[in-house]
């Protein structure tokens, strides 16, 4: 089983100011969605990459993503074939 994936940002940058954007950021997305194990947090990392390529999103946590592929699992190799091929579908 993988280590449990544990998230402050949202408190931690925003939780006076949007209380609820935290909880829903730190408590459900990274505390309950990305600790389900249905799929494997590799396979997480890989749709997380491509969902947010196909939002436009290229900024910071578009890196911070690349980078947490790159630790569970996700070679080099493999995230240039994932962005070469999504972006023949995601423009």
């Known amino acids: 089983m993988a280590e449990k994936i544990k998230q402050t940002a949202g408190r931690d ?11 829903l950021n730190d408590d459900v997305l990274f505390g309950e969605v990305w600790n389900e194990n249905a799929i494997d947090n590799k396979t997480k990392c890989i749709i997380t990459v491509v969902a947010l390529m196909a ?4 900024d910071s946590s578009l890196g911070y993503h690349l980078l947490n592929a790159k630790n569970n699992g996700v070679t080099k ?9 999504a972006t023949m579908y995601v423009g």
Do not use: D, R, V, W
């Open 13 to 23: 940058q925003l939780g006076e100011f949007a209380p609820m954007f935290a909880h």
């Open 55 to 58: 939002s436009g999103i290229t």
């Open 77 to 85: 190799a493999e995230i240039a074939a994932i962005i070469t091929h």
